[in-house]
């Protein structure tokens, strides 16, 4: 199976590495994506994200010519689809998997389809998503043939094939991890591996799309169960006056135990997502995974609370103060360590919270950022470390950022501390 061009549809954290790893292997890629500012930066061979290492590959791969973005789709051999899966309100229900960005790139390239096309959808997904997506192209091209009508004999092959890589590795995971591939036929897992072996040193493991679906979910409910554990934990130590830093530590010299580390909460669009996926379709049966994602869901509410506590015991230190007076900085905004992805962060949620409701200062450090959100985040002061331990009284450690490791425990004395990561208190 030959795949002269590949398109890509979405250059965000997932589209435009996976696009940029196929361009350096000497393939004709065609980025799509509808903002206008990222696929003017990839043409001119720069990026638009923070990832380690992509912007030496995208920058080659644009400079040889085998790499260039536009706004709308053009034919080629292969489409992968990698949008957003975010979640509407439905009912009250405010974790409806909402499929628009997948309907909308399937519409748009359904007018350059042509038989013996593959479209894969990488967006993380409900189970169900890919032929979903398969009805949408079918209804655009009713002259092309798909696989649930015509099986194997179809002009157009579909699959599923979920990313499973973590932000701050993305380019070299993106080569190294195996890969599940979910065709709607043996045909088109077939069609799907060969594409994939352009550039994926790890093994091609084929399943249905349905599976391949939910294996991604699963794997990431997996870790949101393994992370409610810990951040549960945390809280429970707290009202019993114990270290959940050492508890752990102690508790992991066990050969087989190891719990992880607990944090402000679960952020990115993946951990924090696809438990909800699950939920949605077997509302009874996921008892455990839906207890999880409200554990997780209310860790920030328990630092809003800590941070609180801290200000209520500076003014009982300070008779003289009121709240104006009490500066409060928070450090760290994305979702995982030295990454500038604030999606579903719950850091940036803590953040939020504390700018609304605190009438004193709030000053945010984030060094994988130059600007603060405008809408959620106006008033609040992006500063570096530094300032902040000169001009704050109360330091609240969201996300350990590898800077951050650098302030050591006698740079915080005679601050008030809230530290989520055990960075001063472990």
Known sequence: MNYDTISVIGLGYIGLPTAAVIASRRKNVIGVDVNQHAVDTINNGDIHIVEPELDIVVHAAVKEGYLRAATS????????????????????????????????????????????????LESTSPVGATEQMEAWLAEARPDLTF???????????????????LPGHVVRELVEND???????????????????????????????????????????????????????????????ISVWELIRLANRHPRVNILQPGPGVGGHCIAVDPWFIVSETPDEARLIRTARE???????WVIDKVNEAVGKYLSANPDKTARDVTIACFGLAFKPDIDDLRESPALRVAEVILGQHVGGTLVVEPNIKSLPKLTLKG???????????????????????????????????????DCRGVWGA
């Not at 699959?159 to 890589?165: K, M, N, S, T």
């Not at 330091?395 to 951050?404: A, G, N, R, S």
């Open 73 to 120: 789709p053009e034919p080629a051999d292969a489409f992968l689809i990698a949008v957003p899966t975010p979640f509407k309100a439905e009912n009250g229900n405010h974790h409806v998997p909402d499929l628009t960005y997948i309907k909308a790139a399937s519409q748009s390239l359904a007018p350059v389809l042509k038989a013996g096309d593959l479209v894969i």
């Open 147 to 165: 696989p649930q009508t015509h099986g194997e004999e179809s002009d157009i092959r579909i699959a599923h094939c979920p990313e499973r890589v």
């Open 179 to 241: 890969r599940v591939i979910g065709g709607m036929t043996a045909r088109c897992s077939a069609a799907a591996t060969a594409l994939y072996q352009i550039f994926v040193e790890g093994e091609c493991i084929t399943t249905t799309a349905r599976t391949a679906e939910m294996a991604k979910l699963t794997e990431n409910s997996f870790r949101d169960v393994n992370i409610a554990f810990a951040n549960e934990l945390s809280i429970i130590c707290d009202k019993l006056d």
């Open 295 to 301: 554990v997780n869901d209310g860790k920030p509410q």
């Open 380 to 418: 609040a002061e992006l500063v570096d470390s530094s300032r902040a331990l000169e001009q704050a009284d109360i330091l609240v450690m969201l996300v350990d950022h590898k800077p951050f490791a650098q302030i050591g425990r006698d740079a915080v004395v005679g601050h008030l501390t809230v």
